[in-house]
């Protein structure tokens, strides 16, 4: 059963993507399609990039490591479905317009915002083989804690994207906050733990010491 | 020495051996089982969808306008599907759902502020001051979209005529419905209900302006602002207030609920205008529902020649 979890997560992972053309072929994306499948698009990306940056709290605190085996391809994911967001931008908003496009980036920040979430996961997406995490090392898990800042313009971009309602918005922004918190808690408390073993080191010499003064006395 | 016994535990507490040796296993599969459960009620929701039938009873001796635009109308499933009606829900699809046991019957519109006699009509005393006509409008919302409606209604000045305000009346003001027990959007502080719209009293008299109470040759459906809004072709589609209890004249600007939300954003006016960008989007161009290309958003949405006039001497980018 296990053997074959990998590919049943790898078909699921596609099922928006599914949904969509379904829906299309069957005139069912509504009055605006073209709207529906941008804010699909854009939804399964923050969706796929939050479970991304789950998987490591998530593994930790249930013990189950074998989940690291499923954020590459996770992580992949949302990759593919920022690839699908931006096009529909780049050629069923723009019509490929590159004048009008860089006019965007410059000056609405949400689309600049987009933008920078979607450049911060192209270095990732292109070290995400095993060769390139070999190749760079320690610096490779440096590289890719992009996907932190990724992640937290692609919210801000939907929170400057809507009118009124920022119920949606605000949700993506509390996953991802309890998510860094819970790194930001952890470096913490690591951190405390190595201050205190070695503080520990050396408060073992204090007995050490009592303990001979009082053997002399 | 007193040696406690040992806590009990029940042996249907105990965990299998099997279970526990393998535990990763059985995870892997509890959440294959919950991911599958997931898949099969999107399905279902794609397969079995959730349809709102079209109940309108006719009107009866429309006439045609000169108004009217030859271009092809919107359907109506998309007209009544579409809504931006925050008052049941800021989700577009859902107004249609939410509104369907909405009671536009009966129905009272009061008429005070700056006006010789106060009132308070019955919509459908309203309905009968003057003959229907169609008036087939572009409609432009802030958004970026458009659609082609066939409304039914008359000149907004057919009441404003008939109800008298005083000299001192510089504007007029329109109110929806409070009411959150019909319209569950209003428990969510989205805008500050109820929701309020107004005009400069001129473009009030515009005989553009229209008070309207059907569509497509029938009764409004609530989702579309039943049973009586108005409906301003040249302006963005917010400034067509939808469900009216209360038309106020009054001397001062109506502060109008969207720009109060975000006046950086949204002015009075709110006229449709291809060179005063929206602070976040631009409003260039437009999609009408159904064409794949964008189309060049107009000037006045097109009714420059009815309109313009009104706003000689204005600041448009000051005054949007």
Request: charged share 25%; hydrophobic share 35%.
């Given at each position: 059963m296990l053997r074959y979890f990998k590919p049943v997560i790898f078909l699921a992972c596609l099922a928006p993507l599914a949904r969509l053309v379904w829906l299309g072929f069957h005139s069912r994306?509504?009055?605006?399609p073209i709207e529906v499948i941008t804010h699909s698009t854009g939804d399964w990306t923050l969706i796929f990039l939050l479970v991304t940056l789950a998987i490591t709290p998530l593994r930790k605190m249930t013990r189950?490591?074998?989940?690291?085996?499923y954020r590459r391809m996770v992580g992949l994911y949302a990759f593919f479905y920022g690839c699908l967001h931006l096009t529909t931008y780049v050629w069923?908003?723009?019509?490929?317009d590159v004048h009008e496009m860089l006019h965007d980036i410059a000056k609405r920040k949400f689309i600049t915002a987009g933008m920078t979430a979607f450049a911060l996961m192209i270095p990732l997406a292109l070290t995400s083989t095993k060769w390139s995490i070999r190749k760079l090392g320690k610096r490779w898990q440096a590289l890719h804690r992009l996907i932190y800042f990724s992640a937290a313009a692609g919210v801000i971009h939907y929170i400057w994207l809507v009118?009124?309602?920022?119920r949606k918005p605000l949700e993506y922004a509390a996953v991802l906050g309890s998510l860094m918190s819970y790194r930001v808690v952890a470096w913490l408390v690591t951190r405390k733990q190595i201050r205190l073993r070695q503080r520990g080191l050396s408060d073992v010499g204090v007995p050490e010491d009592n303990k001979a003064a009082t053997l002399s006395s | 020495m007193l040696i406690k016994k040992a806590p009990d535990i029940r042996s249907s507490e105990i965990t299998p051996k099997s279970l526990y040796l393998n535990r990763r296993k059985f995870l892997a599969e509890a959440a294959m089982a919950s991911a599958a459960i997931a898949i099969g009620a999107g399905l279902r929701e794609m397969i079995v969808p959730s349809t709102t039938v079209l109940a309108g009873n006719k009107i009866d001796g429309i006439k045609k306008s000169?108004?009217?635009?030859?271009e092809t109308t919107t359907p109506q499933k998309d007209v009544t599907h579409y809504n931006n009606y925050y008052e049941f829900s800021?989700?577009?699809?859902?107004p249609a759902e939410l509104a369907t046991?909405?009671?536009?019957?009966?129905w009272k519109v009061k008429i005070d502020g700056l006006v010789d006699k106060k009132l308070e009509l019955s919509v459908d005393e309203i309905i009968k001051m003057a003959s229907p006509e169609e008036r087939i409008y572009r409609h432009r919302c802030v958004e970026g979209w458009s659609i082609v409606v066939p409304w039914i209604g008359f000149s907004l000045s057919e009441l404003i005529k008939r109800v008298n305000p005083t000299s001192k009346a510089k504007y007029v003001e329109f109110t929806t419905l409070l009411d959150m027990t019909q319209?569950?959007?209003?428990?969510?502080?989205?805008?500050?209900?109820?929701y309020v719209e107004g005009l400069r009293m001129d473009e009030a008299m515009n005989p553009l302006a229209l008070l309207c109470f059907g569509m497509y040759g029938e009764e409004l459906p609530n989702q579309d602002g039943a049973p009586l809004r108005i409906v301003l072709?040249?302006?963005?589609?917010?400034?067509?207030?939808?469900?009216?209890v209360r038309i106020r004249f009054t001397e001062k600007e109506p502060v109008n609920s969207w720009k109060l939300s975000a006046p950086r954003e949204y002015g009075?006016?709110?006229?449709?205008?291809?060179?005063?960008?929206h602070p976040r989007w631009s409003q260039a161009r437009e999609r009408r529902l159904g064409e794949f290309f964008k189309r060049p958003t107009l000037m006045f949405n097109g009714y420059g020649d009815q309109v313009a006039s009104l706003y000689n001497g204005m600041d448009l980018r000051k005054e949007f």
């Open positions: 994306l509504g009055a605006n189950q490591y074998w989940l690291i085996n069923l908003d723009k019509f490929f009118k009124a309602d920022l | 000169q108004f009217s635009t030859t800021t989700e577009k699809d859902e046991k909405f009671r536009t019957r009966p319209m569950p959007g209003q428990r969510r502080n989205v805008l500050e209900w109820p072709p040249w302006k963005y589609g917010f400034k067509s207030a939808k469900a009216i009075f006016y709110a006229n449709v205008n291809p060179n005063v960008d």
